[in-house]
């Protein structure tokens, strides 16, 4: 059994004042010149430390404060009043919501899971991920040392086409050539940025954590440098131009490609594998209506691992698109009926913003998933997404520093691993490969809804 992964963290502060979800209103109006005003009995010596970020036109009395509404409640005129942060209401979109951006943002610095002693308050179901429930039938009798104590959980995954049967000779040798496995301790793959502001310091900070997590990042074949050659263990090249321009002395130090889905997939694959036999080839698919039966027809041809892809909210590339989960389910079934799943590696992403939509994901039928925008949040990016627009960036991301990127996203992947040990654990599952397609695993609102109300209107 090998050791037990831990990832090790470090409170890493932001650069930048965070934008928290309440503001302190504070009335100058009105004042009665008390002798001694409730400002100065501020325990956290709030307004001594009070100044203005002129950078992004931020109060530090919304960042310092710790909510405990003393001065609310002693003023006697009612001048100090805490509200909705502007600021924060205006974070992301509909689905990047600033919950969500500020949960990232919380794991990043502290490495933990957010707890709410108040429960949730929020809605029964809802749209995509949050249509999905999942069992938590063992939480009754959870382990008594946690998650990291003498209960082995693991989350290791294995990238690579896998053998149904082998074949051995009389005298007992093995006749079969097994394909090449690489092994993640984590079903976490950082993928290709939809978006970002120009500059290596960006891939410095996701290559770095890859590295230190031991999993790996897709790099575009035109971003390749020499600087960056020293993280090639932890690379997975996107060609992105002539395959035969990587040239075999790359190749050779390669562990995974991944190509772009075509009419010569195959054929390239096979050249690749060609020049490194030990090299696995990842083909990249966009989720679409059409995408199960070119799963299916990849995976006959030999594939050995299928990355499909949504769009940033999680959508499928269609008219009336569905949401990823939909999709992996469709693809995954497809491949079961036909006794193939279990010899190709799924990846999947688009859309993954919380730690809770990696479990989903994978009871839906990926074996691991790719994330993107989690990464940019975790280096304090608000989602405006201005750097599409060629508009400088708020935060000033393509001036941060590689160590302290990492270490940020070390501290996002360490509090989605534990969330992702806590809900292994409350399934009685101990390892992560049986989680895959296991959807008896949970409750589908979608499906839920149809079996109740399906009936409804009809007469016996």
């Known amino acids: 059994m090998p050791p037990k992964y831990n990832i090790h963290t470090t ?64 003023c006697p005129n009612r001048l100090i009043q805490k509200g909705l942060n502007p600021a924060y209401k205006v974070l992301g979109d509909q689905y990047w919501t600033p919950e969500i951006i500020s949960t990232l943002w919380l794991q990043a610095e502290s490495g933990r899971i957010p707890v709410s002693g108040a429960g949730y308050g929020g809605p029964f179901s809802g749209p995509g991920f949050d249509a999905m429930w999942t069992d938590m039938s063992e939480i009754v009798r959870p382990t008594r040392d946690g998650i990291h104590g003498r209960e082995y959980i693991s989350t290791t995954v294995d990238l690579g086409r896998k053998l149904m049967a082998l074949e051995f000779a009389p005298d007992g040798s093995l006749m079969t050539r097994t394909p090449p496995l690489v092994e993640i301790p984590l079903p976490v793959i950082f993928d290709l940025l939809p978006w970002s502001p120009p500059g290596e310091q960006i891939t410095l900070a996701l290559l770095e954590g890859a590295k230190s997590l031991g999993t790996f990042t897709i790099i575009r074949q035109s971003d390749l440098d020499s600087e960056i050659e020293q993280y090639l263990p932890n690379i997975i090249v996107f060609i992105d131009k ?73 959508l499928e590339h269609a008219d009336k698109p569905l949401f990823i989960k939909e999709r992996i389910k469709e693809i995954h079934l497809c491949l079961v009926e036909k006794g193939l799943r279990d010899q190709v590696t799924f990846l999947a992403g688009g859309g993954i913003a919380m730690a809770e939509h990696m479990a989903k994901l994978i009871i839906c039928g990926t074996d691991a998933l790719t994330i993107d925008i989690p990464l940019l949040v975790a280096m304090e990016c608000r989602v405006c997404r201005r750097c599409k627009e060629g508009i400088d960036c708020p935060v000033e991301l393509d001036k941060v520093d590689p160590e302290w990127g990492s270490a940020r ?39 839920l809804e149809k079996e109740v109300f399906a009936t409804m209107g009809k007469r016996g």
Request: hydrophobic share 40%.
């Open 11 to 74: 409170r890493m502060p932001g650069r930048f004042q965070p934008v928290t979800k309440s503001g302190v209103i504070a009335w100058e109006e009105g004042c009665l010149k008390c002798t001694r005003c409730v400002k100065k009995d501020c325990v956290y010596k709030v307004y001594e430390k009070r100044e203005l970020d002129t950078r992004q036109m931020l109060d530090s009395l919304d960042s310092v404060c710790m909510d405990c509404f003393r001065c609310v409640q002693n």
């Open 409 to 447: 996203i070390r501290n996002l992947m360490a509090g989605w691993h534990n969330q992702l040990l806590e809900i292994l654990g409350a399934m009685g599952i101990r390892e992560v490969r049986r989680l895959r397609g296991e959807m008896g695993r949970a409750m589908f609102f979608e499906d």
């Open 242 to 314: 002539k395959p035969e321009s990587l040239g075999p002395g790359l190749l050779n130090r390669l562990r995974m490609v991944e190509i772009p889905d075509g009419k010569n997939t195959i054929a390239i694959k096979t050249m690749l594998k060609e020049i490194n036999p030990e090299l696995i080839v990842i083909i990249r698919l966009p989720l679409s209506p059409e995408v199960s039966e070119r799963a299916l027809t990849l995976t006959s041809e030999g594939a050995e691992v299928l990355h499909f892809y949504a769009d940033e909210f999680g």
